[in-house]
């Protein structure tokens, strides 16, 4: 039985989203009785999110499921400060034009979770620049700076681990959560919003927005947020082997999207279910409850369920068959990833290790030779123990292609150019 009487508490709860909230029967009640604004912040530190993100996305979209209205909010603003919050260093400052350019290739993402309109359940998508870069720095101070006390802000897990750890700590940086509160005030106002979430790293600067808030005059906002996640075996979310798991389809295709789910560990997929699902809860407790060489097939709904939400039906389901041909029948499947190599280079000849890292199946020739002496490397499904190796134009299949591998999950085709 669950302690929350409105459907999308109860929904987070049931699913594991919820870490805190500053009111829980104030906020519970809020739900319950009206239509509620929320919004989560996303700073454009790239040109696209990653699977780390998706839980904050996947709160947006249970958010407006159960008849609420989500804002994703665009940190143009935000993100020429960059957020410190248990960093260990600066970010990196970045241009407006970057910071433009990356908010218009991490919006294609959005649509595929929310619904955007102008109705009152319809999903807004706002940039904080509309109002910070505005702003006028002495009134700001006079207006918005004299509620904080520094005292407080140095209590804070986020600085204060930073300053034990005696790293710097700009005060652009220090700025960060005054900005954050300040969002939430300007929200409140501008479109009645009511709650900020987040993960629980943001805890302490969405709590500041709420005191902001009570200081300024606005109604009585409140905080949520979610579990920092990691994989069963400590490993961070969003975070593969070869690098980050984007969600933009020109950082990363969706077989490798699909691939990343599939390779789930046993003790995370009944939660990853029921956190990047849309499944009912009762078809995740029968899912949940298989054991065995059974589990496998339940990753594999599991990576074409998630998949589908991100890269429609569809490409989901093309790369579960992709998978299947080729891992299950041997067969050289079109939809496998690929990169093109100019002809004279085939022609020429490659060196093994270079081939993997140019593939991007290591990062250095050091890691390829690791790979080719433990038995992992394979031309054509053939294992290659020579790392002198040279691989060429003789290698192509009769399909025009070179298959080349790293153990049993990896797969791409090399197509001469």
Known sequence: MSRFKSDFLRTLDERGFIHQISDEPGLDALFAKETVTAYIGFDPTAPSLHAGGLIQIMMLHWMQQTGHRPISLMGGGTGMVGDPSFKDDARQLMTVDTIESNIASIKRVFSNYLNYGEGPKDALMINNADWLRSLNYLEFLRDVGRHFSVNRMLSFDSVKN??????????????????????????????????????????????????????????????????????????????????????????????????????????????????????????????????????????????????????????????????????????????????????????????????????????SNGEARRHVQGGAVRINDKAISDERQVIGSADLTADGVIKLSLGKKKHLLIRPA
């Open 162 to 363: 930073r300053l034990d750890r005696e790293q710097s700590l700009s005060f652009l940086e220090f700025n960060y959560m005054i900005l954050q509160a300040y969002d939430f005030v300007e929200l409140s106002k501008r479109y009645d919003c009511r709650l900020q979430m987040g993960g629980s790293d943001q805890w302490g600067n969405i709590v500041n927005g709420i005191d902001l808030g009570h200081r300024m005059g606005t109604q009585q906002l409140f905080a949520l947020t979610s579990p920092l996640l990691t994989t069963a075996s400590g490993a961070k979310m969003g975070k593969s082997l070869s690098g980050a798991v984007w969600l933009n389809a020109d950082m990363l295709s969706a077989y490798d999207f699909w691939q990343y789910w599939r390779n789930t560990e046993d003790a995370d997929v009944s939660r990853f279910l029921k956190l990047y699902t849309t499944l009912p809860m009762d078809e995740i407790a029968r899912l949940s409850a298989l054991t065995g060489s059974e589990i496998n097939e339940v990753k594999k709904i599991l990576a074409t369920e998630v998949t589908a939400i991100l890269h429609g039906r569809e490409a989901a389901e093309q790369a579960a068959e992709t998978a299947r041909k080729t891992f299950e029948e041997g067969a050289l499947a079109d939809n496998l990833p690929s990169i093109d190599i100019p002809a004279a280079e085939l022609d020429a000849g490659l060196g093994l290790l270079t081939l993997v890292v140019r593939a991007g199946l290591a990062s």
